[in-house]
């Protein structure tokens, strides 16, 4: 696999491919494994990703806690803001949607993580199905996000753990900016600057689940991310680049997660978690689900 | 080497892929190290495990993987049902290992007829796991390859004797570890795999008269 995206987008545009399709070449010699079967694994992992959207925004759903559940439903269902009836608030609806099913013990893709779950089908198959594009362009999408992600597994961190929730939201931002660029028309460079765009937005952001569940605020930090990776999008399609190389953007994420304090890395040690009423909530939720149990 | 399906995958039941997916797969491995489903269990929780574990599903994902459920059965949501149903005697405790052990760790003391093990496994994190100890012995079982795992008499020859065995069934090794506790004490051996090895390899491997103990793990992962 391309442990780069300046190599990648070289070798897609010297011979006139996708990113998705240089990303599935790549796999396949690694691999030894047909093309077309990893086009059907990624479609697999499509269908999981489209249930986990329907059966998050029916709504019926709440965490082992009872910390969230219902919100996909309030943004389908609710009152109308300034975005109601744009693909925007769509995306919003379907990253809350897989988020609160994941928070539920239902089954989703981890892509990248199980945490960061809700961004890449959120934005991918809410625009996809905004322009009405068949599912085949949808699994090419889904094989450059794999592209992306490999690159910041290897040159950064796909781990809250690690690097933070920008190695896990964040990168998930990164990956549906770029693959949704190209779904959408853009070129290999452009979804490059997409990667960069959404990638720099979540520079810096920390890991704080209360009680160290993936929880709070998870399920809405997927939906703050699948609204960058939006705004990502929307610029590089229109022609918008960013100085700072994709690359160069992933490594300086790597070094900043490295940099981070162990409090803000998935410990529960600081941020949101470490608030007054994040404390609060925590110890109240994990008693109430002992009392749960038995 | 990074894979495009590592990424976009695995597809599992929420919510953590270490303290969900993993947890899942440290208990399928050490069911199989039992043949099957455990009649009884010790389950020691340890670190982040015993702390966040619960809300995690942890406990579930454990109970599901003794009870052969995979990281995507979404039986894992009322594996702890499940178990009660079956009228099987599982207990969990919470405990501190070693300090130098993962924070995301588990004990297991499972057994079935005759078989009794008692195996530490920790999640690493992305649905990676690994075994660290084998009743006592220090070992590495990824369950990302299909694994031997065999105590046998501390004598010569019985790594070729046992290559041998597999070479013949085309089976090709990808790592073996061989450790034991003292000079002419039992030696403990993990033969992890690219192949299945077949019925036929296990059995013969088993027949070997110094060969006192032998299991054939498939993989969970990859």
């Known amino acids: 696999m391309y442990r780069s995206m300046a190599e990648a987008i070289r070798d897609a545009e010297r011979s006139g491919k996708t990113l998705a399709l240089v990303a599935l070449e790549a796999e396949s010699r690694d691999q030894g494994r047909p093309i077309a079967d990893i086009r059907s694994a990624l479609s697999r992992a499509l269908a999981v990703m489209r249930g986990a959207v329907g059966q998050g925004l029916t709504g019926d759903l709440r965490s082992a806690s009872g910390l969230v559940g219902g919100d996909a439903a309030k943004l389908r269902l609710g009152p109308a803001g300034p975005l109601a009836g744009t693909p925007f608030r769509d995306v919003l609806a379907r990253a809350l949607a897989v988020q609160e099913v994941n928070a539920a013990m239902g089954v989703i893709v981890a892509a990248p993580t199980a945490g960061g779950a809700g961004v890449l089908p959120a934005v991918l198959t809410g625009l996809a199905d905004a322009a009405k594009l068949p599912d085949e362009r949808v699994v090419d999408a889904l094989a450059a996000a794999g592209l992306i992600g490999a690159i910041v597994a290897e040159r950064a961190s796909l781990s809250g753990a690690e690097g933070g929730c920008q190695a896990e939201t964040g990168a998930a931002a990164g990956m549906a900016a770029g693959a949704a660029t190209e779904m959408l028309g853009g070129s290999p460079s452009q979804a490059g600057h997409a990667v960069a765009l959404a990638q720099q937005g979540t520079l810096g952001l920390v890991c704080d689940p209360l009680g160290g569940l993936v929880e709070l605020p998870c399920v809405f930090r997927n939906a703050t991310g699948a609204a960058i990776a939006l705004a990502a999008i929307e610029m590089a399609l229109a022609g918008i680049t960013f100085a700072i190389p994709a690359d160069e953007v992933i490594d300086v994420m790597g070094e900043i997660g490295r940099g981070m304090d162990v409090r803000y890395r998935e410990t529960a040690g600081g941020g949101l978690a470490a608030t007054p009423t994040g404390r609060r909530l925590a110890r109240e939720r994990l008693v109430q689900l002992k009392r749960a149990d038995g | ?222």
């Not at chain 2, 990424?7 to 993993?22: D, E, F, K, L, Q």
């Not at chain 2, 039992?34 to 020691?44: D, K, N, R, S, Y």
């Not at chain 2, 015993?50 to 009322?78: M, N, Q, S, W, Y």
């Open chain 2, 1 to 222: 080497m990074v894979s495009l399906l590592d990424i976009i995958g695995p597809v599992m039941v929420g919510p953590s892929s270490s303290h969900t997916a993993g947890a899942c797969r440290i208990g399928l491995l050490a069911r199989g190290l039992v043949g099957g489903t455990p009649q009884t269990a010790l389950i020691e929780l340890h670190g982040s495990f015993a702390r966040t574990g619960e809300g995690h599903g942890t406990d579930k994902a454990i109970v599901g993987g003794l009870l052969g459920f995979r990281p995507d059965d979404e039986r894992l949501r009322i594996s702890l049902d499940i178990m009660e149903r079956e009228g099987l005697p599982y207990r969990f405790e919470k405990t501190t290992l070693d300090e130098d052990a993962h924070p995301n760790t588990v004990r297991l003391t499972l057994e079935r007829g005759t078989d009794r093990v008692s195996v530490v496994g920790s999640s690493l994190g992305a649905g990676r796991v690994k075994l660290t100890q084998i009743d006592g012995y220090p070992v590495e079982v990824s369950g990302a390859l299909h694994a031997i795992v065999l105590v046998a008499e501390d004598r010569r020859g019985s790594v070729a004797r046992i290559a041998g065995i597999l070479a013949e069934d085309g089976v090709n090794i990808a790592t073996l570890r061989l450790t034991r506790k003292e000079r002419g004490g039992d030696a403990f051996m993990v033969i992890e795999c690219d192949d299945p090895p077949g019925d036929a390899a296990c059995a013969h491997i088993r027949e070997l008269e110094w060969v006192r103990w032998v299991r054939c793990l498939d993989r969970v992962s990859g």
